[in-house]
């Protein structure tokens, strides 16, 4: 089983503010947006190293982005470790007892899956990631 962080999450209210700074302040490759409907919420991602920053903004006001904002203002999200078989990871941790928020996993930016596991648990919300093949 290989793992790395996939990627970090930050929840702002506005991509269009922060492209700047991430982009051109702190020099990371702008990798462009898309819309995840599932999630309501579009991305943007950076390149750092092996992973990236994934910037989140909410595109409805029940978006889960847009009530963590509301509740605890900008900033980070959820940190994704990569991993090679979803399903079976999200079936061994259903196993060993691990509240998961998806049991089933969802569509992600990119045509990935993606799947988040109950902050109780991780104490910070962890997605997994399985990039497309
Ligand atoms: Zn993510």
Redesign the pocket.
Known sequence: MTRKI??I?IAVNSIQDFITLYRDVLGLEYSGEEVVEDQKVK?AFFDIGESRI?L?EPTAPDSPVAKFIEKRGEGM??I?VSSDDIEKDLKEMKEKGIRLIDEVPRN??HGTK?AFIHPKETKVLL?L?EEKH
Request: glycine share 14%; proline share 0%; net charge negative.
């Open positions: 996939n990627h999450g991305v994934e989140l999200h959820h994704s992600g930016a993606i997605e990631t």
